[in-house]
């Protein structure tokens, strides 16, 4: 049994680097690379970032897909997966960690003012905004997964309103959980901030839309760490430019690399990140190693997806 790396996304990480990590970690496994995989009869695991359409029939005995994040929509759009190949992603509280900084660092920016005065600085202008009030300030984080209540808990650490919205309701320690579409208008007509940390899954698709965006705060912000097509994002520019909502923070878009001539690159009130907002998985990676032991062994697998329910 052979564990093929094929990230294919050697500035970030290259699939020697975690080949040699892996190894470490389980010095007996048969580890190849994506440049040099061999025969493809003997790969039964293969760990992708990006994986490609058709990749799995590559692979005539692939019994495993592993994700090297989180997010495993990818990997489900591909209508040649075979069923019996399983997907298992990491779950990483460094990437989680990571992603709690960038939601608080761009809401932090907008409580102070931050973006007016680089602007007032180029002007030499001198003017003064007070700044708005934390506690009476309400953030709603929509999924509250692995992620979604790690970076709920660092606005409630910051003196934050926190209110939840996840598919099963949820009782979390000093925040406001809802579930449900009723749920989800609440959540939107109290918020200050939306930060969304949902998966991309049939349910949640273009959740973002124009009837979504009517029911936002108009004075709110989007701020979308989870998936791009998670928003529409022609309804988007739309219900900025008609005031439904304030502005959004978008580190992840429909098509990545965001193509140059692509509107939302120059909309005013949106602010893009090049799918940054969680970068480092930390000790998370090593679950690819257990995976594949217990693979080998037969065992129940670390993570494990459920393909109907998309996540
Ligand atoms: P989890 O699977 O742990 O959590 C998903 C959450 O979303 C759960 O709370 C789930 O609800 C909720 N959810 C799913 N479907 C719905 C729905 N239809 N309605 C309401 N809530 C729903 O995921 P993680 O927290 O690990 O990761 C979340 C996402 O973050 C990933 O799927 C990935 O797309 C993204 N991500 C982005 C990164 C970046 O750098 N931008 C890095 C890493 C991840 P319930 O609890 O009821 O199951």
Known sequence: MALLIDVKHPDWM????????????????DIRIGTDPGDPDEIEMLT????????????PNLKLIQKTG???????????????????????????????????????????????YHQHQ???????????????????VLGLGRIGVLVAQRFVDNGFQVLGWSRSPKTLDKMSCFAGDEGLTKVLTMSDYVVSVLPSTPETLQIFDRDLFKRFNPQSLLINVGRGDLVNESDLLQALDDGELAGAILDVMSIEPLPADNPLWLHPRIQLTPHISGYHLGDAVLDIAENYRRLQNDEPLLHLVDRGRGY
């Open 14 to 29: 290259k699939d020697e680097d975690l080949r040699a990590k892996l190894l470490r970690q389980y010095p007996a496994a």
């Open 48 to 59: 992708v970032s990006t994986y490609l359409p058709g990749e799995a029939l590559r692979y």
């Open 70 to 116: 989180a997010g495993v929509n990818n990997i489900l759009a591909d209508h040649e997966l075979p069923e019996a190949v399983q997907i298992t992603r990491l779950q990483t509280d460094t990437s989680g960690t990571e992603m709690a900084e960038y939601a608080l660092a761009y809401v932090l920016q907008e409580q102070r003012h931050i973006r007016q």
């Open 122 to 140: 180029a002007r030499s202008e001198w003017v003064a905004y007070p700044p708005r009030k934390t506690g009476d300030t309400t953030v709603a």
